[in-house]
């Protein structure tokens, strides 16, 4: 009887690794992403809303760094990518996806599972068939630049039609040239005109890493020219609210600067004058509500 149990419970164990290795059930990512307060896609990611994105992409950096450190997020974003629009921002929802150095037996047996359920062989393109509209990959490559490319002007020519944003590719691509003609924004460690090798294919929608970030599927994915941050989506209503109260601040400090009444210490970072700072507080309720 013991031992009865004690299979059953090693089968359960590595029904659950193996579920954890390669892609979240529903429960495990609803479970890992709990504070998400928005709907879900099918398999359980977040669906932060198409209207909340578009408000996204007129925020900063320094926005959303206003926010995430206070709350404890210290490592939400990371620099020194190669861009390929630089002045172009990318922002979308996170379908996110881990890259390991090849060893056989295990890239055997992920290569016969995929097989076995009808999905192509060839990594790059299993991914880019999941992706939905207003998607951004995010690939973890561990950095690998020759011989670590996650497609080339082809395959990034399917992405931009589905997803109509772009990609993070803690890698290569390949076919630079092509790729910058499609319309896609991109962030990526180098180009190479080497495809992939030695490398396997380990998880899709799970927790991965990309450089000194954790990223989750359904992340919000904010790069500008600084780089990229991955917000968690129950984040995106406090920092949109914080930014907003910034630009009204900003809109009526300068207003008052513009009538040459005042000395820059007066009213900045913040009214000085008891009967000013009731002005501008009133004047941002007033704006809040005209939001």
Not at 24 to 52: C, Q, W
Not at 102 to 115: E, I, K, M, W, Y
Not at 183 to 195: C, D, I, K, L, V
Request: proline share 7%.
């Amino acid at each position: 009887m013991r031992t009865i149990c004690f299979i059953v419970a090693v089968l359960a164990l590595s029904a659950n690794a193996s579920a954890q290795v390669f892609s979240f059930t529903r429960g495990e990512m609803i479970h890992y992403t709990a504070k998400n307060p928005f709907d879900r896609f099918a398999d359980g990611r977040p669906k932060v809303p198409d209207s909340l994105l578009e408000k996204v992409k007129r925020l900063s950096s320094e926005e959303i760094w206003g926010v995430l450190p206070g709350a404890g997020y210290n490592n939400q974003f990371e620099g020194g990518w190669q861009i390929l629009h630089p002045g172009r921002k990318l922002v979308g929802r996170a379908v996110t996806v881990q890259y390991m150095p090849l060893r056989p037996d295990v890239g055997d047996v992920a290569d016969a599972n995929a097989t076995s359920k009808g999905q192509v062989k060839a990594p790059p393109q299993r991914v880019i068939d999941m992706l939905q509209p207003g998607d951004v990959v995010v690939v973890d490559l561990f950095g690998k630049i020759t011989y670590g490319t996650f497609g080339g002007d082809n395959l990034h020519t399917v992405l931009y039609a589905v997803t109509k944003t772009g990609f993070v590719i803690d890698g290569a691509i390949r076919d630079l040239d092509g790729v910058m003609e499609i319309g896609s924004q991109g962030y990526f460690r180098g180009a190479t005109p080497t495809t992939y090798r030695d490398v396997m294919l380990t998880g899709i929608n799970i927790p991965i890493r990309v450089g000194n970030t954790t990223v989750m599927p359904g992340d919000v994915v904010f790069g500008d020219s600084e780089g990229v941050y991955f917000i968690p989506p129950e984040f995106v209503g406090p920092i949109l609210k914080q930014a907003e109260i910034i630009h009204i601040h900003d809109e009526w400090t300068k207003a008052k600067f513009r009538t040459g009444k005042y000395k820059a210490s007066d009213l900045y970072p913040s009214p000085k004058d008891p009967a000013l700072q009731k002005e501008f507080d009133e004047y941002l309720k007033k704006r809040l509500g005209q939001q």
